[in-house]
């Protein structure tokens, strides 16, 4: 058996598999990063905004009260590591589109358990938007410019780690003993972070994966709204350069990465409703989210192949998910520290 020794091999260089690479890297893990690089990839496409309220039922994301006061701590502390910037704290706006919603809202945000998060009922008129039906100030928001964030990552991993532009090809990877051979690699462990790539993977396809494709608009505005993250039944977040990106569709199933007139004009139709400045298009993208049945991630080991990882799954939170997620998957691979069961893929019979 030869070939040149590391510890894992990471498959896929998006959120998931950077931030996993950034955590195995400060435990004294040698990492091999294959990604096959595509501007289409979500973690390039996503506005990476973290808002703690499901608007459904306006409660409390998933695991809320866990991931919230992680999310800060753990992304200023890359921001020195990297020395970059990328993580924007900012206030939320949930602009209520009808009566009935802002009454809903203002019945949630006067309850114990939410007015930590959501401020009181507002009728004050906010500066560019038109909607007469009120606000909710949200707090504890955020933004993550994911594509600054990769890159700096990627610049201070290329000095520490093998990092190859290719795609994997899974019929390639042999066990060896008790190690797994990719071309010239030999690892203990293989960690697919493929995102929506899953799908091509034999040993993880059949976890229920949902693609969701969406599309994301720059937007240029004729004078400035004052930075916050604003919703509707749509929603607006500054880029950081001046621009403001607007947002989403949900295209369950589609995996088609073109994006359609037809969607940009929708959606800049649903904006002009709530907003009174006016705008233009500069750019239209469209991505695929790895979303997944019940909306939980997927983290662990393949059942009977060992030393075979996936760590995926993270829907349309990946910016909320891995200050959280990073972590505990490196410590189960680096430890054997359980993986939240929540998330742990043992609760599937594959
Ligand atoms: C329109 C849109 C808006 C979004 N907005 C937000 C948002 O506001 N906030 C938020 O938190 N999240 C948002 N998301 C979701 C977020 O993008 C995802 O949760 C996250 O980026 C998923 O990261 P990932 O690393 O799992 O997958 P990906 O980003 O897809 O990365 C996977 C990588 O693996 C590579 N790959 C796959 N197969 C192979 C192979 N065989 N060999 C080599 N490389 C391979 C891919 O090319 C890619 O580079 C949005 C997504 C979309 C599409």
Same mark, same amino acid.
């Given at each position: 058996?030869?070939?040149?020794?590391?510890?894992?091999?990471?498959?896929?260089?998006?959120?998931?598999?950077?931030?996993?690479?950034?955590?195995?890297?400060?435990?004294?893990?040698?990492?091999?990063?294959?990604?096959?690089? #595509?501007?289409?990839?979500?973690?390039?496409?996503?506005?990476?905004?973290?808002?703690?309220?499901?608007?459904?039922?306006?409660?409390?994301?998933?695991?809320?009260?866990?991931?919230?006061?992680?999310?800060?701590?753990?992304?200023?502390?890359?921001?020195?590591?990297?020395?970059?910037?990328?993580?924007?704290?900012?206030?939320?706006?949930?602009?209520?589109?009808?009566?009935?919603?802002?009454?809903?809202?203002?019945?949630?945000?006067?309850?114990?358990?939410?007015?930590?998060?959501?401020?009181?009922?507002?009728?004050?008129?906010?500066?560019?938007?038109?909607?007469?039906?009120?606000?909710?100030?949200?707090?504890?928001?955020?933004?993550?410019?994911?594509?600054?964030?990769?890159?700096?990552?990627?610049?201070?991993?290329?000095?520490?780690?093998?990092? #190859?532009?290719?795609?994997?090809?899974?019929?390639?990877?042999?066990?060896?003993?008790?190690?797994?051979?990719?071309?010239?690699?030999?690892?203990?462990?293989?960690?697919?972070?493929?995102?929506?790539?899953?799908? #091509?993977?034999?040993?993880?396809?059949?976890?229920?994966?949902?693609?969701?494709?969406?599309?994301?608009?720059?937007?240029?505005?004729?004078?400035?709204?004052?930075?916050?993250?604003?919703?509707?039944?749509?929603?607006?977040?500054?880029?950081?350069?001046?621009?403001?990106?607007?947002?989403?569709?949900?295209?369950?199933?589609?995996?088609?990465?073109?994006?359609?007139? #037809?969607?940009?004009?929708?959606?800049?139709?649903?904006?002009?409703?709530?907003?009174?400045?006016?705008?233009?298009?500069?750019?239209?993208?469209?991505?695929?989210?790895?979303?997944?049945?019940?909306?939980?991630?997927?983290?662990?080991?393949?059942?009977?192949?060992?030393?075979?990882?996936?760590?995926?799954?993270?829907?349309?939170?990946?910016?909320?998910?891995?200050?959280?997620?990073?972590?505990?998957?490196?410590?189960?691979?680096?430890?054997?520290?359980?993986?939240?069961?929540?998330?742990?893929?043992?609760?599937?019979?594959?």
């Amino acid at each position: 058996m030869g070939g040149e020794k590391t510890d894992y091999i990471i498959v896929g260089g998006g959120l998931a598999g950077i931030s996993l690479a950034l955590e195995l890297l400060v435990r004294g893990k040698n990492i091999v990063l294959l990604d096959n690089p #595509e501007p289409s990839a979500s973690s390039r496409i996503a506005a990476g905004i973290i808002h703690p309220i499901v608007p459904k039922g306006v409660r409390l994301t998933w695991m809320g009260e866990t991931i919230f006061p992680l999310i800060p701590v753990w992304y200023r502390e890359w921001e020195t590591r990297l020395s970059a910037s990328f993580y924007q704290t900012m206030e939320g706006f949930q602009i209520h589109p009808n009566a009935e919603t802002a009454a809903f809202w203002q019945q949630r945000a006067s309850s114990t358990e939410m007015n930590v998060w959501i401020a009181p009922f507002s009728r004050e008129s906010l500066p560019g938007i038109s909607a007469q039906q009120g606000h909710n100030a949200i707090h504890h928001c955020a933004r993550l410019d994911t594509n600054t964030f990769l890159n700096a990552a990627l610049l201070w991993l290329k000095e520490k780690i093998i990092i #190859e532009c290719c795609m994997f090809e899974h019929a390639s990877l042999k066990k060896q003993g008790q190690q797994w051979q990719y071309g010239k690699y030999r690892a203990d462990g293989i960690v697919f972070c493929e995102g929506i790539g899953v799908l #091509e993977n034999p040993w993880f396809h059949k976890l229920h994966f949902h693609p969701t494709a969406g599309d994301i608009l720059t937007l240029k505005f004729d004078k400035d709204l004052p930075q916050a993250l604003y919703k509707n039944r749509s929603w607006l977040v500054p880029d950081g350069k001046g621009n403001w990106l607007a947002g989403s569709t949900f295209h369950k199933g589609s995996r088609n990465t073109t994006p359609v007139s #037809e969607d940009a004009e929708k959606l800049m139709e649903q904006i002009r409703s709530w907003t009174n400045i006016p705008f233009f298009m500069l750019h239209h993208r469209r991505g695929i989210r790895p979303t997944v049945e019940g909306r939980r991630p997927y983290l662990g080991e393949h059942p009977k192949d060992a030393g075979l990882f996936i760590y995926n799954g993270l829907g349309s939170k990946g910016s909320s998910l891995i200050p959280w997620l990073s972590p505990m998957m490196a410590d189960f691979l680096c430890n054997g520290k359980t993986l939240n069961s929540e998330v742990d893929i043992s609760r599937f019979d594959l």
